[in-house]
């Protein structure tokens, strides 16, 4: 059990716009920014969104993040065949001590 | 350019050690976190342990403690962890990876390794 939820799969048709959910708590989520990856198989992860909504050097621009609260979401604008992955949310907890990941979200373009 | 190298490939029995090194280039180890993080077949990734090569104690997760043990090498800029103890539980691809801040996202991460627990 993930201490952050994320749902375990998505979809959605190429061109449309999905959405990916990452709820947590105040020791993590509430506190501190949270950073998305995207990982294909066989492969190490990426980072696609940092620090809530910033998007590093190099990552498309039709993903864009965003936090309110304890929660936090990831967003693929035009969706393409090339984004379908497994994508991760990670935040530091307090409480724990320690970095914590969400239990991933496997993107499916129909 | 940047690139953290892993080691390769271990097979070890249950209660067997292994250790798995991330040899880095590219950029000045000692202003950047190391982590590992973990994936086991067909899971999620676990975050293990960060390391600040400046020094300090590293960071381990709770699930982790008292079998992980990280070391930095900063006139080689490598990396090491080392996992005792173990159990089918932690066959997994062991990935390193660096952080510019220690709350600052996973920039670049090795290639990973596989350690195979098996009898």
């Known amino acids: 059990q993930s201490v952050l939820t994320q749902p375990p799969s998505a979809s959605g048709t190429p061109g449309q716009r999905v959405t990916i959910s990452c709820s947590g708590s105040?020791?993590?989520?509430?506190?501190?920014?949270v950073h998305w990856y995207q990982q294909f198989p066989g492969t190490a992860p990426k980072v696609v969104i940092s620090n809530n909504s910033q998007r590093p050097s190099g990552a498309p621009d039709r993903f864009s993040g965003s936090k309110s609260g304890t929660s936090a979401s990831l967003a693929v604008s035009g969706l393409q065949s090339e984004d379908e992955a497994d994508y991760y949310c990670?935040?530091?907890?307090?409480?724990?001590?320690?970095?914590?990941f969400g239990g991933g979200t496997k993107l499916t373009v129909l | 350019q940047v690139q953290m190298m892993q080691s390769g490939a271990e097979v070890k029995e249950p209660g067997a050690s292994v250790k798995v090194s991330c040899k880095t280039s590219g950029y000045t180890f000692t202003n950047y976190y190391t982590h590992w993080v973990r994936q086991a077949p067909g899971q999620g990734l676990e975050w293990m342990a960060t390391?600040?090569?400046?020094?300090?104690?590293?960071d381990y997760a709770q699930s982790l403690q008292g079998r992980v043990t990280m070391t930095s090498d900063t006139s080689t800029r490598t990396a090491h962890m080392e996992l005792r103890g173990l159990t089918f539980d932690d066959t997994a691809i062991y990935y390193c990876a660096r952080g510019r801040g220690s709350l600052d996202p996973f920039d670049v991460w090795g290639q990973g390794t596989m350690v195979i627990v098996s009898s």
């Open positions: 990670a935040v530091w907890d307090g409480n724990l001590n320690g970095w914590v």
């Open positions: 390391v600040n090569p400046r020094g300090g104690s590293p």
């Open positions: 105040s020791s993590n989520i509430g506190t501190y920014a």
